[in-house]
Each structure stands twice: as structure tokens, then as C-alpha cells.
């Protein structure tokens, strides 16, 4: 869903700057966004859009270096591209884009946002702030596992304990979705710390320190690694995200299948999950970076990539720990 403030912005434009915005806009990557820029440039005639004297700077500056007039290269450059847009905008009539609806709980609220809600940051401290809100979570999950006796989270009821985790989570992702102040938002990224930190203390109480260690210092290293490969290939973890969600979909269904029909567990989806976790923490981080730099958004991508590396780390424990 798209906010008011990005209607009010898009109702306020030209006709000029309303065209080059359909021009920039991505139908894919921006789903509900397009559907808007598209719907009020179809208030357009194709009279209007003819009469825009739309100019693309790469090609005036290209048609520059060869001492062009402006009447030589306006006529072509414009003409082509509003033929285009004109066909556009008849298919948008056509066959309007679906709005994409809130169906996606966990993430697609927060890495589709385009409009600027809030103070936008410069680039290292909205990473910095991302930085700091994933060592917060961490921090609260070391000291829930130092502190807390595994014997005390072991002594809730099993049905209580399923119930307030999951409630506590989905309590916390939607918050943080919803909202657009960043304390807000990091209230609700504790409501998701939390119950993960108690599946944690259950967890590591079944390993050995140093084993858990381990896993630690190499989902640190994994997660370096797949951030940086995040930031140079965008492209590339954009491509493969929709085969990361049928995977990870596919991946759940066996694995219950497994524990709750078969009575075993292949050691084989551990590995598979670690795969998967990995692209999501790189698409997680180039979508982090492609979405408007404001404190909130940084809090809200931190809450996504943080469970990430959570789910990361669990599996990369569970594989060490049959290795010795």
C-alpha cells in the first residue's frame, strides 16, 4: 500500500513531471506506486502528453558531442518516447497493474516503500543505524541465554509457549511494518527479539560453548560476505528472490512432513535452509539500500535482515553440532 503523503505528491506534479516519473517507475519493483502514476497519467490526453517537450539527457548529451542543434535532436528523442508512453498508458487502461495486497506479513511492507516518510539520512548513518539496531537484538538474545535459566523456559506449557511466540512475533513484524516512527518501530522489533531469544536459550543449551562459538563467528563471516555480495550484485539477488521464496516454502512443507509423519529429519535440509538464509540476507540488504534512507526505514530493514541471520545461525548451529 502506498502512503497519502506519496498521493499528495504524485496529484501535485505537472504534466511534464508526472510523465517523466511514469518513465522512471518500474511496474515490477514498484507495484501499487506504478498503479497510482499510471492512473493519473491516463487522466491525460494523448494531446497532452504529445504537446510535453520531454528531453532524455543521455541522448542530448551524447547527440551534444556531435554539434546537434536542439531542433535536430528534440523531434526524434521525443517522438519515439511518448509513442511509447501513449501505448503504455492504453495498456495500463487495459489491463490495470493489481495492487499488491498486504497479504506478504513479514517483509514486502517494508522494502517496497519509495515515498520519503521522514528525515532522510546520509548513507553511512542509515547502515550505522541498521548496524546498530541488528547488535541491539543480538545483545538482548546474549543476555536472555546468560541470564535465563533454560530450565524456567522449559517449564512453560507447550501450547502457551507456541501461542506467545508466534503472537509476539506477528505482534512485532506488524508494528513495524505499520509504523512510520522509529521508536515505534523498535518497540516492535523487540516484540520479535524476544520470543526468538527464548528459542535460542533452548537451542544452545544442547551444544557445547565453544560449538556455539563457532557458529557464531561463521554466520558473522556468511553474513559479511553475502551483504557485500548484496551491494554489488543487486541485480543478480533481485532475479533469484521468487526461487528463494518457492524454495523456502517448499523447504517448510517437507521438513513438517518429515518431524510430524515420517518421524525423522534429513540432515540434508539444514543445509538447503542455510542456502536459502544466505540469499535472503543479500536480497534483504540490496533491497535495504534501494528504499528511501530515513531512521525508520533503517530500523524496520534491521528487523528483517535480523531474522535473517537468526534463522541463519540456528541451522549453521544444528550442522555443527552433528559433525562432532
Same mark, same amino acid.
Given at each position: ?75 526524434? *528523442?521525443?517522438? /519515439? ?33 519509495? /515515498? ?7 548513507? +553511512? ?9 541488528? +547488535? ?132 540434508? *535440509?539444514?543445509?538447503?535452509?542455510? *542456502?536459502? +538464509? ?23 530493514? /534491521? ?22
Amino acid at each position: 500500500m502506498i502512503g497519502q503523503s506519496y498521493k499528495d505528491h504524485v496529484d501535485k506534479l505537472s504534466d511534464i513531471e508526472l510523465f517523466r516519473m511514469s518513465r522512471r517507475i518500474n511496474r515490477e519493483d514498484f507495484g501499487s506506486h506504478y498503479k497510482y502514476v499510471m492512473a493519473r497519467l491516463s487522466e491525460r490526453t494523448d494531446e497532452d502528453l504529445e504537446s510535453i517537450p520531454y528531453y532524455d539527457d543521455y541522448s542530448i548529451k551524447k547527440l551534444e558531442a556531435e554539434n546537434l542543434s536542439v531542433d535536430e535532436k528534440e523531434a526524434p *528523442i521525443r517522438k /519515439a518516447i511518448i509513442k511509447q508512453t501513449i501505448i503504455q498508458k492504453k495498456e495500463f487502461a487495459e489491463k490495470p497493474v493489481m495492487e499488491k495486497v498486504d497479504t506478504d506479513f513479514f517483509t514486502n511492507e517494508v522494502f517496497p516503500r519509495k /515515498a520519503v516518510e521522514g528525515k532522510t539520512i546520509s548513507d +553511512f548513518l542509515y547502515n550505522f543505524t541498521m548496524g546498530l539496531v541488528l +547488535f541491539w537484538g543480538f545483545l538482548v538474545n546474549w543476555l536472555m541465554v546468560k541470564y535465563i535459566p533454560t530450565s524456567q523456559v522449559e517449564s512453560i506449557d507447550f501450547s502457551v509457549f507456541v501461542f506467545g511466540y508466534f503472537g509476539s512475533c506477528f505482534l512485532g513484524v506488524f508494528i513495524f511494518n505499520k509504523s512510520k516512527n522509529p521508536f515505534i518501530s523498535f518497540i516492535g522489533y523487540n516484540f520479535v527479539c524476544v520470543p526468538f531469544g527464548f528459542v535460542i536459550n533452548l537451542v544452545v543449551s544442547r551444544y557445547n560453548p565453544e560449538l556455539v562459538l563457532d557458529a557464531v563467528r561463521i554466520t558473522g563471516i556468511v553474513t559479511l560476505i553475502m551483504m557485500i555480495w548484496g551491494s554489488l550484485y543487486p541485480d543478480f539477488f533481485r532475479k533469484i528472490s521468487d526461487a528463494l521464496t518457492i524454495s523456502l516454502g517448499v523447504v517448510i512443507v517437507v521438513e513438517l512432513f518429515e518431524i510430524f509423519v515420517m518421524g525423522i529429519h534429513h540432515g540434508v *535440509i539444514d543445509w538447503i535452509v542455510v *542456502i536459502i +538464509f544466505c540469499g535472503y540476507i543479500g536480497y534483504d540488504w540490496a533491497r535495504a539500500n534501494r528504499i528511501p534512507k530515513t531512521y525508520d526505514n533503517a530500523v524496520d530493514c /534491521a528487523a528483517a535482515i535480523y531474522m535473517d541471520i537468526i534463522n541463519l545461525f540456528l541451522r549453521i548451529l544444528r550442522i555443527l553440532g552433528r559433525k562432532r
